[in-house]
C-alpha cells in the first residue's frame, strides 16, 4: 500500500473518535468512518484533534486509531493532529504518526500553558522538524489562547520546509487576505471554523478542515465546491440550508452536538469522554429541533 502525498485542499473532515459503551474507542466504527467520509468526497481524514477528543486520549490510543485510519483508508491521507501538555511528547507523537503511514501532521499549540511566540514558536518547530512530513499549522486564538499572527506564520515557513498549510480558526476571514499578502502561495489556507467557509473561500483559502462533514459530506463537499468553482448562487442557497448546522461547530460544547448529530442521522453515537457529557434537557431539545428542521427541508446535491 502507498500512501497518497499530502494535498491541503478540499475538505477534509476532523473526525470525532467513535467510543464504546465502557469508553474504549471503537475502533471497528472508527474505520467504518473513515472510508465513509473518503467514499463521499472528502480528501483524506484528520485524527486526534479536538472535534476528536484528544485530550481525553492516551498516547498508546491515539497511535492504535492512526494505525487504524491508515489500514483503513488504504493510501488515501490520514493527518495526525499532535497536541501534547509537553513538547517532548507532541514529538514522539509526531515520529509514531510517521511510523503509522500518515500522510501529514496538524500542529497545535500545547495543551493548557498558553504561551509567547518564543515558546509557541519553539514548540511547533521542534513538531514540525521531527519528521519530513508535510505539517499544518493549527491556529486557534479563540480555543487555546495563542495567536500565530500573519507575520509570525510567515516566519515559520521561511524556516521550515514542510510546513505546508495553515489551519486558520481565528474567526477573522481577514487573517486569510492578511496571510496571502506576505506569503502569496508558499502555504495552503484551510477554514477551520464551519460557518466561516464560504467567505474564507471566497478570501482565497484552498480548504476546510470541516467539523458538520461527520454527518453531512455530500453537503460539505458539493458546498466547497460551489464556491470554490464561483457558483455562487448554489453555494449561498446550500450555505443557507447548512448555516444553523455549520454554527454547531463554533460553540464549546461541538464536539456533544456534532456527535449528537452523528446518531440522529445514523452515523455514529453521542458517546464523549467525560468531562464531557451528553447533551441534555432544553439544549438537547433546540440541537435536535434545528437538525428536525435541516432533515425535513435538506436538498438534494
Not at 507575520?151 to 521561511?158: F, P, S, T, V, W
Not at 461547530?249 to 456527535?259: A, E, H, S
Request: charged share 20%.
Amino acid at each position: 500500500m502507498k500512501t497518497k502525498p499530502m494535498q491541503w485542499t478540499g475538505v477534509i473532515p476532523a473526525m470525532t473518535t467513535a467510543f464504546n459503551a465502557d469508553y474504549t474507542v471503537d475502533h471497528a466504527f472508527v474505520a467504518q468512518h473513515g472510508r465513509w467520509l473518503v467514499e463521499n468526497g472528502c480528501n483524506g481524514v484528520v485524527a486526534l484533534g479536538s472535534l476528536g477528543e484528544s485530550a481525553t486520549l492516551a498516547f498508546e490510543e491515539k497511535v492504535a486509531i492512526l494505525k487504524t485510519l491508515v489500514a483503513a483508508l488504504d493510501g488515501r491521507p490520514v493527518v495526525a493532529g499532535i497536541a501534547s501538555l509537553a513538547t517532548a511528547e507532541a514529538v514522539a507523537l509526531a515520529r509514531a504518526a510517521a511510523a503509522a503511514g500518515c500522510s501529514g501532521l496538524m500542529v497545535l499549540p500545547p495543551y493548557v500553558y498558553t504561551s509567547d511566540w518564543r515558546e509557541m514558536k519553539a514548540h511547533v518547530t521542534a513538531v514540525i522538524r521531527a519528521t519530513n512530513l508535510s505539517c499544518m499549522l493549527y491556529n486557534n486564538p479563540v480555543s487555546y489562547k495563542t495567536d500565530y499572527l500573519p507575520a509570525q506564520i510567515a516566519e515559520l515557513a521561511a524556516e521550515n520546509d514542510n510546513l505546508a498549510a495553515v489551519k486558520e480558526s481565528s474567526t477573522d476571514v481577514r487573517r486569510v487576505t492578511a496571510l496571502r499578502a506576505l506569503i502569496a502561495d508558499r502555504l495552503a489556507l484551510l477554514v477551520g471554523v464551519d460557518d466561516a467557509i464560504v467567505e474564507g473561500i471566497r478570501a482565497g483559502a484552498t480548504g476546510w478542515i470541516a467539523g458538520l462533514v461527520n454527518a453531512f459530506p455530500r453537503e460539505s463537499v458539493a458546498l466547497y465546491q460551489y464556491t470554490a468553482q464561483g457558483k455562487l448562487k448554489p453555494a449561498e442557497e446550500l450555505y443557507r440550508w447548512f448555516l444553523p448546522l455549520l454554527r454547531m461547530d463554533t460553540v464549546p460544547k461541538f464536539v456533544q452536538l456534532i456527535k449528537l448529530v452523528q446518531q440522529e442521522t445514523g452515523m455514529g453515537h453521542e458517546r464523549v469522554r467525560p468531562p464531557r457529557l451528553i447533551m441534555a434537557g432544553a439544549e438537547r431539545k433546540a440541537a435536535l429541533a434545528t437538525l428536525q428542521t435541516a432533515l425535513a427541508t435538506r436538498p438534494k446535491v
